[in-house]
Structures are given as structure tokens and as C-alpha cells.
């Protein structure tokens, strides 16, 4: 089984950064893509940024400038620095991987999609 696990949110002011990190632990073949998503109550869960096996990177324009996007494949680790925060980047953020893993059934390495359990970050003053 395969399992991401979220930490780092939290209650920050405006202006001011967390960096949530997301651990992929369990048995599989290799990692592709790792993204950070996020909802915010009553709106649909967005693509925040995402960062390919080969370190390309992709971002919302809504953070662009403000957030970084990295990962450690030795570790099998993505990280989300945000800084300059703002009130509206209040939200759930979630992980997100393709992972490929040996499929039974099909006897082949398959991709499959993994969520973490989110974690809430809060920008109050």
C-alpha cells in the first residue's frame, strides 16, 4: 500500500510563509508527477503547483512569485514554500502523486493516483 502523508499547515498572518512538506511512503517502482491542490469552502479543489520526475514545474497564476514547488526524490518528498501569503490562500491543501506499481492482476507496472489526507492552512490576522 501506498501512503502520502501531509505536514506543515497552519494558522499564519498575511504576509507571512509555511512550507508544507508530503511524504510518500509504502512499496512502488518510482514516483512521476507530485502536485499540491487545495480547496477553500465552498469552491472546487484547484491545481496550486506541480513538479514533474524531471523537476519541471507548474503554477497557478493566482501564486505565482509567491510559491515554490520542490522535491526530494531521495526521500520521496515534495515540498510547497509559500511566502507573501494571503488571506485567500486560506484552504485544505492536498498532495497529489502518479505512482507506478506492480499490478497483480495485469502482471505490469501501472500508474496510479494518490492523495494525502490534506492539511489546513489557515491566513488570519
Known amino acids: 500500500q501506498v501512503q502520502l502523508v501531509e505536514s506543515g499547515g497552519g494558522l499564519v498572518q498575511p504576509g507571512g510563509s509555511l512550507r508544507l512538506s508530503c511524504a510518500a511512503s509504502?512499496?512502488?517502482?518510482?514516483?512521476?508527477?507530485m502536485n499540491w491542490y487545495r480547496q477553500a469552502p465552498g469552491k472546487q479543489r484547484e491545481l496550486v503547483a506541480g513538479t514533474s520526475s524531471r523537476g519541471t514545474t507548474n503554477y497557478a497564476d493566482s501564486v505565482k512569485g509567491r510559491f515554490t514547488i520542490s522535491r526530494d526524490n531521495a526521500k520521496n518528498t515534495v515540498y510547497l514554500q509559500m511566502n507573501s501569503l494571503k488571506p485567500e490562500d486560506t484552504a485544505v491543501y492536498y498532495c497529489?502523486?502518479?505512482?507506478?506499481?506492480?499490478?497483480?492482476?495485469?502482471?505490469?507496472?501501472?500508474?496510479?493516483?494518490?492523495w494525502g489526507q490534506g492539511t489546513q492552512v489557515t491566513v488570519s490576522s
Open positions: 497529489n502523486a502518479q505512482i507506478d506499481r506492480w499490478d497483480q492482476l495485469a502482471l505490469r507496472v501501472r500508474g496510479y493516483d494518490y
Open positions: 509504502g512499496s512502488f517502482f518510482s514516483i512521476n508527477a
